[in-house]
C-alpha cells in the first residue's frame, strides 16, 4: 500500500554493496482510542533495499513495519524513531551474528569430539550417533570436561 503524504524522515545509505532506502511516517495517537496503554505514536516504516553486484540490481526487497512507541513527539521526533529503529537492527543483527559463530564453535567443537572418540571402544563411528548419545546422556560429556581441567 503506498502511502499519500512524503515520510516525516527518510535515510538512504549506500554500504556493502546494498543501497537501502528508509521512510518513516508518524502519527500521535490517544491510548484509550488506540486500546494501547501508554501508546504515544503509531509508527510505519517502509525499507526498500536494493543488492548491488557489478554496477547491476541483483535482488529488491521491499518491507513494510509499523510500530507503536510510548514515547510522545517532544520525546522523539521522526528522525529520532528512525534512528531508534536502525539501532534496534544493528543490535539484532549484532546478536544474531554472536549467535551464528557461537554455533559454528559448538559444531566444530562436537566434531572434534566426535573424531577422538571414534577409534575408543564404544565409540560413536557417525557425528550424528556422536550427538544424539550426548544429547541422551551430556553428564558423561560433562564429567570429561570437568577430568580434563583438573
Known amino acids: 500500500m503506498r502511502a499519500l503524504f512524503p515520510p516525516a524522515a527518510r535515510t538512504i545509505e549506500k554500504n556493502h554493496g ?50 507503536v512507541t510510548s514515547l510522545w513527539p517532544d520525546e522523539a521526533g521522526p528522525e529520532q524513531l528512525l534512528q531508534r529503529v536502525r539501532d534496534k537492527w544493528k543490535i539484532e543483527n549484532g546478536q544474531h551474528y554472536r549467535r551464528a559463530r557461537l554455533l559454528s564453535l559448538f559444531r566444530s567443537l562436537a566434531i572434534f569430539l566426535h573424531e577422538q ?32 581441567s583438573s
Not at 491510548?31 to 548491488?52: F, Y
Not at 557425528?127 to 553428564?139: A, I, K, Y
Open 18 to 67: 546494498r543501497i537501502e532506502d528508509r521512510a518513516l511516517w508518524v502519527c500521535q495517537v490517544n491510548p484509550q482510542t488506540l486500546g494501547l496503554a501508554g501508546a504515544a505514536q503509531l509508527v510505519r516504516l517502509e525499507r526498500k533495499v536494493d543488492e548491488i553486484r557489478a554496477g547491476q540490481v541483483i535482488k529488491h526487497t521491499e518491507e513494510i513495519a509499523y510500530e
Open 117 to 148: 572418540q571414534r577409534g575408543q571402544r564404544g565409540g560413536r563411528k557417525s557425528l550424528p550417533d556422536f550427538e544424539r548419545r550426548v544429547c541422551q546422556q551430556p553428564s558423561a560429556m560433562i564429567r570429561r570436561f570437568m577430568s580434563a
